[in-house]
């Protein structure tokens, strides 16, 4: 596709449950980013990838979270055991080697 | 811990209006870019500053970068409905960095 494509756009589960949250990002795009954003609040950062591996995952929360990247192109972003807290919306971004990023619509996730 | 601060948080203004947002920092940018968000979407790219002093204009719409490179504005002139939305700064804090930081937001509301 043109832009960046995320699934699912909404997601509802039960507290404690793991989610999987995926992110296809623009071809040729070298660096992905997950970010979390609260209530319309500011984007907080989550994990950096540059190609399949990740040089920054400081903004990880808990070791409850985890993401993965191959082929240099798809990334999925899972939540074990989700707490209530977890829920936001997740965005994912695509850069070329500079400049700006490219995001998609985000995942809005919902822990009952 | 490198945090951007905008203001105000919320602005709620009426059509034909002039505002200016504020975005700082305590830590010198490298660079600097400007996204809106409208709801359900992700941020999409205003404009990226990179020398302090610089002043980049986009229609109605006017940035400046601090000569210190730790701050920024924007400034709309006679503000629109089609105004309305989540405006964005964020910053890489070095010419190498990875990780782009954002802002806390400024939610502008415009109506008739």
């Known amino acids: 596709g043109a832009g960046v494509s995320q699934s699912p756009s909404n997601k509802v589960t039960e507290k404690g449950k793991d989610v999987e949250l995926r992110c296809d990002p623009i071809?040729?795009?070298?660096?992905l980013y997950w970010y979390r954003q609260s209530l319309g609040q500011g984007l907080e950062f989550l994990i950096y990838f540059q190609g399949n591996s990740a040089p920054d995952k400081s903004g990880l929360p808990s070791d409850r979270f985890s993401a993965e990247r191959t082929g240099g192109s798809v990334s999925t972003l899972t939540i074990q055991r989700t707490q209530q807290e977890d829920s936001a919306v997740y965005l994912c971004a695509s850069r070329p080697n500079t400049g700006e990023l490219f995001f998609g619509e985000g995942s809005r996730l919902t822990v009952l | 811990t490198q945090l951007l601060e905008q203001s105000p948080q919320f602005l709620s203004i009426q059509e034909g209006e002039n505002l200016t947002v504020y975005c700082n920092s305590s830590?010198?940018?490298?660079?600097l870019q400007w996204y809106r968000q409208e709801p359900g979407e992700g941020p999409v790219l205003l404009v990226t500053?990179?020398?302090?002093?610089e002043v980049k204009k986009l229609k109605r719409l006017t940035f400046q970068f601090g000569d210190a490179r730790k701050d920024s504005s924007l400034h709309i002139t006679a503000a629109q409905p089609g105004d309305t939305g989540l405006y964005l700064c964020a910053g890489y804090f070095t010419r190498t960095a990875s990780k782009l930081t954002f802002g806390t937001g400024t939610r502008l509301q415009v109506t008739l």
């Open positions: 071809s040729g795009h070298t660096a």
């Open positions: 500053v990179v020398t302090g002093g």
């Open positions: 830590s010198v940018f490298s660079s």
